[in-house]
């Protein structure tokens, strides 16, 4: 790993005092191949670049049935600095949407397992740390950027990226992958996105940008460490289902991130940011139902 010394490392903190300056989110679903080896690379490198800088990963395992919730558990007694959460069933949004609203940081990184790309923080977390941007995204189809993925994939993101233009108001190159933001600013518009599963990632970046939250792209370089687990088509009718329910809930109701939503106890969302979520209370939080299907690993 290149400067492997100049990357970020967690100091000894107390755990119940959440002072946490990096939260790094990573959905997983069956990676006990690659897991172990990914989690020891990333920490080794955030340990090694600012010694004050304290952060915590935080593996938001979901569904996986090859003893991928098992072994990321046994992880978390060699690196202190990792937890590990626990949905029933595979669904990357929702994954990514816990995860976010656990995490602790100041600052939260939304990574992928098989990338970790230590890269994008270098770059991210300057534009974070002077107050430049309040989200990062890091773009895998802007000028700059270098998207290896096979021929296909890289066809899927020009296809999804020009409907969520078309039909959502999107304005920018890509909306899944790589992320960093203030969490103070953007908690609240995770816990307004409606649709989880496959087009989370996307419903969160549009929410930002019509909040006037400040957007900035930077290019990637995107070299995974190993095929996609899911298959690309299966995820079509999931990903068109959910862009109909995101077309009604956003242009049609002219929903936005600005609306506080009521939570069932009668609270504002934005009074709870601090509180843990359950299963049963993220079902319950829209009065809208949303699409119900299943669904796993999500990058376009």
Not at 53 to 68: C, K, Q, R
Not at 83 to 96: F, H, I, R, T
Not at 233 to 247: I, K, Q
Request: glycine fraction near 6%; hydrophobic fraction near 35%; charged fraction near 30%.
């Amino acid at each position: 790993m290149a400067d492997d010394q100049q990357r970020y490392r967690a100091p000894q903190q107390d755990a119940d005092s959440g002072s946490i300056d990096l939260s790094v989110v990573i959905p997983v679903y069956n990676e006990a191949a690659i897991m172990a080896g990914a989690v020891e690379e990333l920490i080794a490198g955030l340990r090694g670049h600012r010694p004050e800088m304290t952060f915590e990963v935080i593996l938001a395992e979901n569904g996986s049935s090859d003893g991928t919730a098992e072994k990321a558990q046994v992880l978390t007694a060699t690196y202190p600095e990792l937890q590990v959460l626990s949905l029933p069933e595979p669904n990357y949004g929702a994954a990514l949407r816990r995860g976010i609203l656990t995490a602790r940081g100041r600052f939260v990184i939304c990574d992928e397992i098989d990338l970790c790309d230590l890269d994008f923080y270098d770059r991210a977390l300057p534009l974070l740390e002077s107050d430049q941007a309040d989200l990062v995204i890091g773009s895998k189809a802007m000028p700059g950027a270098q998207d290896t993925r096979p021929m296909i994939r890289r066809a899927a993101t020009q296809v999804i990226n020009g409907m969520l233009r078309i039909l959502l108001g999107f304005h920018g190159t890509d909306t899944h992958g790589l992320k960093a933001f203030q969490s103070e600013r953007l908690a609240t518009v995770a816990r307004q996105c409606r649709v989880e599963r496959d087009l989370f990632s996307s419903e969160f970046v549009i929410r930002a940008q019509r909040a006037r939250i400040r957007v900035t792209e930077i290019p990637i370089h995107i070299q995974e460490k190993r095929t996609p687990s899911i298959h690309l088509f299966r995820r079509v009718p999931r990903v068109l289902s959910n862009l109909a329910y995101l077309f009604y809930a956003l242009r049609i109701r002219k929903e936005d991130a600005s609306n506080e939503r009521r939570q069932p106890d009668g609270h504002d969302a934005a009074d709870q940011k601090d509180e843990p979520h359950t299963p049963d209370q993220e079902d319950e939080r829209d009065a809208l139902p949303r699409p119900g299907e299943p669904n796993e690993k999500s990058k376009s």
